[in-house]
């Protein structure tokens, strides 16, 4: 599955860099931090740096003019898609990071690729494309929670409570999306901190992929599919309570990610009851 994670950080960053280029900003924010901000909706472009209350997304929209903040709710709406990988340095250039105070929703069909670091999901502004070296810094204060979206692919990001993934996937044929950029669609999460639970089910989609996440509650994976027979990857997690796999196709593996087992501290049940998967 290396081959799909590749081929998608490619031609994330290229989309990314499409709206660069020109883009108008979808919306307004306030410019003072201890506003409140004020509900907006962006329909396409870039999304001014700023303070919002709410924000809903409806079109195709990135965060790459500054850091976003919103004080309460960020919905995906349906078929909408949120692209957030413009990383900075610990000098220069400072990153467009996207702050959200209260929830994160990714309604049907909607796309959410936030965050990005170097070697696993190249920035799309790092001038170094083969390895990098900026990083972005996003956190979500509430839940991270997908109903039916396409895809979800989120790095380097702290979550405050829980993160649900339910139904959608874009399906399990691996045919390229033309709304990905060409890419097949996965789900991914890497390097992010989970406080809270992580539960994915019945995700129908090419590759589902977890690493080197810290989960501090318990992380549930049942009746998911993937086309991939390499797919359901979890390698070198960190999971504080119980980890639980049931119904999984293929069944939850290290495949060919190159990552070790998970450590898990409480009881690792179903399909990774397996002691090739933790320890």
Known sequence: MIVYRWLFGFVTAAVALVFLVGASAGVVASDDDDSDGHDATCSGGSIASGVYKNLNIAGVCTVDAGSVTVKHNLTVLPGGSLIALVGGSFTMPVGSDLKVGGN?????????????????????????????????????????????????????????????????????????????????????????????????????????????NTITENFELKDNVDGDPDGNEIANNTIVDSLSCDGNSPSPQIGDSGGGPNTVFGRANGQCANPALVH
């Open 104 to 212: 994160l929703d990714v309604q049907t069909n909607g796309v959410l690729f936030l965050g990005c670091e170097p070697i696993h999901f190249i920035c799309s502004n790092d001038p170094d494309q083969k390895i990098g070296s900026y990083v972005t810094k996003d956190t979500i204060g509430g839940n991270l929670r997908a109903e039916n979206a396409l895809a979800v692919v989120v790095h380097q990001t702290a979550i405050g409570h829980n993160v649900s993934l339910r139904g959608g996937g874009g399906g399990t044929s691996c045919t390229p999306l033309a709304s990905l950029g060409g890419s097949p669609p996965y789900d991914d999460f890497e390097d992010d901190i989970i406080e809270g639970n992580l539960t994915i089910k019945e995700l129908q989609t090419c590759f589902l992929g977890i690493f080197r």
